[in-house]
């Protein structure tokens, strides 16, 4: 496996996710977008960007990187969609911030953030969020065995955070696995047997099944 660090602003990572298909948030382990919205969370996105502006230590980014054929380099996102979707969701106006976000203080300058969408902060404010740079740490797979090491590496990433039953199954099994069971997430098959479960009880079910059908057809052909 290939590691390489990276540092990539804001404005372009949102660029890359939205004007060409060489960074994608739908890594087949990751949880879904929206995490972090509803009830309780207004704070919590609020706090990323406070934390960006007044330059507070904020976690790098994990990224699966791909070479095509034509050198090509696509950039899958292992840990950090939320942050990444949460920042780009506010420089595209979809929330406000929450009424209690504290200001932020940086050029010697105090600035006002409560209740602001992105368009209503101050022109240093904007430009401050769009050329904040992310730490990035990017793997790259070069041998059979190292797609297995990238879904070790989403789980020890995870290990600290409360993932739901589902998604810690999604991170117990290989990258085929994975895709396998994302593609059955809303096959129209399976939401009619299952239409009233979660899409996250849903998941744990089709790993549980996914594996025991691997195990079988193993022990098959090995007899």
Known sequence: MIKTTVNMSVKNLKKMYEKTSNLSLDA???RGS?????KGY???RSLLINSLLNAYPIPPLYFQKTTTDTNEILLSCLDGKQRLSTLFDFVDGKY???PDTPPAKFDDESYVLANKYFTDLDAECQEEILRYKFLIYCFECVE?????LISEIFFRLNSGVPLSGGQKSISLVDLDTA???????NDKFFLSLMPAAPSLVRCALIVQYSCGLKLRISLSLST
């Open 144 to 148: 059979e065995d190292d797609e297995d």
């Open 34 to 38: 929206g995490q972090w919205v509803g």
């Open 179 to 185: 895709k396998f069971v994302k593609s059955l997430l």
């Open 28 to 30: 087949e382990m990751q």
């Open 42 to 44: 207004e704070m919590k």
């Open 96 to 98: 406000p911030l929450h």
